[in-house]
T-cell receptor, first 112, second 113 residues
């Protein structure tokens, strides 16, 4: 039973365009939502997060959107850069249980 | 550099053996989390410790155990190892109980032969 799904295993975009990464979840218990970036042979790097009381959080080129009614989370990267090429994981957490559940990841390739 | 350190970086052992993975959290962080990443699976949450106490448990096998010491470093013990335990094991830390931000170490790659 996958509570968190990143339905696109990979995404390819042109440098300078927008990258949109998506994440769907099934359980309403999650109250905070995070995005991580991971390069091969390294640990995940925290990018941006949002709590359930907000629907948008922006940090530089990265914006996270939360649609609680649709149980959908997305990460927008604008403009995309070749250095953004990596695997992106969404992670959903519950402050009650302390658990963090990760999606399967989406591999983003930004072409120069 | 996230400030989280893990040792060893690589570990090769045989089935049936026992190993200990070590993690030092970022300075000031009270929570330590352990994750397993297998080839065919994403990051699986194993267990969380907060200030020395177990706070949350995920998909951790009974053959695995962990603890957090008074200096806040943590160890993950894996025993009666099986081939399927081969994976990347990540440690992460966060300041409080709730991982609103979480900083990952570089991981320990375990290979069970």
């Amino acid at each position: 039973d996958q509570q968190v799904k990143q339905n696109s295993p990979s995404l390819s975009v042109q440098e300078g365009r927008i990258s949109i990464l998506n994440c769907d979840y099934t359980n309403s218990m999650f109250d905070y939502f995070l995005w991580y970036k991971k390069y091969p042979a390294e640990g995940p790097t925290f990018l941006i997060s949002i709590s359930s009381i907000k629907d948008k959080n922006e940090d530089g080129r990265f914006t996270v959107f939360l649609n609680k009614s649709a149980k959908h989370l997305s990460l927008h990267i604008v403009p995309s850069q070749p250095g953004d090429s990596a695997v992106y994981f969404c992670a959903l957490g519950s402050s009650n249980t302390g658990k963090l559940i990760f999606g399967q990841g989406t591999t983003l390739q930004v072409k120069p | 550099d996230s400030g989280v350190t893990q040792t060893p970086k690589h570990l090769i052992t045989a089935t049936g053996q026992r190993v200990t993975l070590r993690c030092s959290p970022r300075s000031g962080d009270l929570s330590v989390y352990w994750y397993q990443q297998s080839l065919d699976q994403g990051l699986q949450f194993l267990i969380q410790y907060y200030n020395g106490e177990e706070r949350a448990k995920g998909n951790i096998l009974e053959r695995f155990s962990a603890q957090q010491f008074p200096d806040l470093h943590s160890e993950l013990n894996l025993s009666s190892l099986e081939l399927g335990d081969s994976a990347l094991y990540f440690c992460a830390s966060s300041p409080g109980q709730v991982p609103e931000t979480q900083y990952f170490g570089p991981g320990t790659r375990l290979l069970v032969l």
